[in-house]
């Protein structure tokens, strides 16, 4: 498979790029902060982009899917991420979906799938438990119980928690506290008793929640693959994650970039546009060559997915793009800013929404430093 997109994802990708232009710009998630959205998201637009089939893509058609692979999935999700929509996608697809379909038995699947693939069942990943990225240091216990299983734990940074009906949960069923072994995945109902939900309000005005269990009590049936073997859903769908978060970030990025050497053509100082000045000549450029190195990360993590290559491999690129994209759109956004000058800095602008969402999405799945040495790790070093 070549590292270009054919003529149906191209399509796809200019259907989505006009869809988030016009039914998910800037100015709705600017509304939804404003307004003190209780979703955090526009149900609406989220039922539009399920129509569209995005919800749909990378899932098999026996189970409701399209089966259009993770390219057709990663260019919608780079639209929108030019426009920065706050939508369920993440979570739900990338993540939740990823993990149900990797994991999940078929009955699980044929309940459940369908109804993601349509926009109807909303899903969040319960992993994180501290302020830094760590997927096996979980201390949530899950217990033995008469036909299931007790929760008890804490988490925190669950994307789209607060909303979700049902959580992915990984809790320690055995093994020490940051142990890759005993790790376990239950599907939970959000409303279920025990479980405590508080919304967090991002930076970038997006959705995360810190979530309790108090003696939540699951039936066998909640169990998601094998027992103490959770790490062997976790690690292809974090890998997975990863590369959809990197597409997001590549969309944004972009977005970023072009509206500041718009910026750089319109603004005058000194009778001249200030793009002429050499200094800033030089700094664009470097912006560019960044751009196209994260493109083509990205664009390779994606093709790497859709050839079913080794996990090994996906796992460098997963970390390759997420690394060298995060480091991007770091660069591009505060150079944006700054090339803004003062006016960058205020609410009146749109510019400053990429350098929040940059800085957000860096720390999601892990920073540049924890995918720089997990890379080196994986390369044997």
Same mark, same amino acid.
């Given at each position: 498979?070549?590292?270009?997109?054919?003529?149906?994802?191209?399509?796809?990708?200019?259907?989505?790029?006009?869809?988030?232009?016009?039914?998910?710009?800037?100015?709705?998630?600017?509304?939804?902060?404003?307004?003190?959205?209780?979703?955090?998201?526009?149900?609406?637009?989220?039922?539009?982009?399920?129509?569209?089939?995005?919800?749909?893509?990378?899932?098999?058609?026996?189970?409701?899917?399209?089966?259009?692979?993770?390219?057709?999935?990663?260019?919608?999700?780079?639209?929108?991420? /030019?426009?920065?929509?706050?939508?369920?996608?993440?979570?739900?697809?990338?993540?939740?979906?990823?993990?149900?379909?990797?994991?999940?038995?078929?009955?699980?699947?044929?309940?459940?799938?369908?109804?993601?693939?349509?926009?109807?069942?909303?899903?969040?990943?319960?992993?994180?438990?501290?302020? /830094?990225?760590?997927?096996?240091?979980?201390?949530?216990?899950?217990?033995?119980?008469?036909?299931?299983?007790?929760?008890?734990?804490?988490?925190?940074?669950?994307?789209?928690?607060?909303?979700?009906?049902?959580?992915?949960?990984?809790? /320690?069923?055995?093994?020490?506290?940051?142990? /890759?072994?005993?790790?376990?995945?239950?599907?939970?109902?959000?409303?279920?008793?025990?479980?405590? !939900?508080?919304?967090?309000?991002?930076?970038?005005?997006?959705?995360?929640?810190?979530?309790?269990?108090?003696?939540?009590?699951?039936?066998?049936?909640?169990?998601?693959?094998?027992?103490? =073997?959770?790490?062997? !859903?976790?690690?292809?769908?974090?890998?997975?994650?990863?590369?959809?978060?990197?597409?997001?970030?590549?969309?944004?990025?972009?977005?970023?970039?072009?509206?500041?050497?718009?910026?750089? =053509?319109?603004?005058?100082?000194?009778? !001249?546009?200030?793009?002429?000045?050499?200094?800033?000549?030089?700094?664009?450029?470097?912006?560019?060559?960044?751009?196209?190195?994260?493109?083509?990360?990205?664009?390779?993590?994606?093709?790497?997915?859709?050839?079913?290559?080794?996990?090994?491999? !996906?796992?460098?690129?997963?970390?390759?793009?997420?690394?060298?994209?995060?480091?991007?759109?770091?660069?591009?956004?505060?150079?944006?800013?700054?090339?803004?000058?003062?006016?960058?800095?205020?609410?009146?602008?749109?510019?400053?929404?990429?350098?929040?969402?940059?800085?957000?999405?860096?720390?999601?799945?892990?920073?540049?430093?924890?995918?720089?040495?997990? *890379?080196?790790?994986?390369?044997? *070093?």
């Amino acid at each position: 498979m070549t590292m270009i997109l054919n003529e149906e994802q191209t399509m796809l990708k200019d259907s989505a790029r006009e869809f988030c232009a016009n039914s998910a710009p800037i100015s709705q998630l600017r509304k939804l902060r404003d307004e003190g959205s209780a979703d955090g998201f526009d149900r609406g637009t989220w039922k539009a982009m399920a129509e569209l089939g995005w919800a749909a893509i990378p899932f098999p058609e026996a189970f409701g899917g399209l089966n259009f692979g993770y390219k057709g999935l990663g260019v919608v999700t780079e639209e929108t991420g /030019r426009t920065l929509a706050a939508s369920p996608l993440f979570a739900t697809v990338w993540l939740g979906g990823t993990a149900l379909n990797k994991g999940g038995g078929e009955d699980q699947k044929a309940a459940l799938l369908p109804a993601v693939a349509a926009g109807e069942l909303l899903l969040a990943l319960a992993l994180e438990e501290s302020h /830094r990225h760590n997927p096996y240091a979980i201390a949530t216990e899950a217990q033995s119980a008469s036909g299931g299983f007790v929760l008890n734990g804490k988490k925190t940074f669950v994307l789209d928690g607060h909303v979700a009906d049902k959580l992915l949960v990984v809790a /320690r069923t055995s093994g020490g506290s940051d142990s /890759r072994d005993g790790l376990s995945l239950f599907l939970v109902d959000r409303q279920a008793a025990g479980v405590k !939900v508080t919304r967090t309000r991002m930076v970038d005005s997006r959705n995360a929640a810190n979530i309790e269990f108090d003696g939540v009590a699951v039936g066998d049936a909640a169990l998601l693959g094998e027992l103490g =073997k959770a790490a062997e !859903v976790l690690d292809p769908t974090l890998d997975i994650g990863r590369i959809g978060l990197a597409a997001e970030m590549l969309g944004g990025l972009q977005e970023c970039f072009e509206r500041t050497i718009a910026y750089l =053509k319109e603004r005058e100082q000194f009778g !001249v546009p200030i793009g002429s000045f050499q200094a800033l000549k030089h700094r664009a450029a470097n912006m560019f060559c960044e751009v196209e190195l994260s493109k083509s990360c990205v664009l390779e993590a994606l093709t790497a997915l859709d050839e079913g290559r080794s996990a090994e491999e !996906v796992a460098k690129l997963a970390s390759l793009a997420k690394a060298k994209v995060g480091e991007t759109y770091n660069l591009v956004s505060r150079e944006g800013i700054q090339m803004h000058g003062g006016i960058g800095m205020t609410d009146e602008f749109d510019i400053g929404f990429f350098i929040k969402r940059a800085a957000v999405s860096e720390q999601t799945l892990g920073d540049v430093h924890f995918h720089r040495n997990r *890379y080196g790790e994986l390369e044997g *070093y």
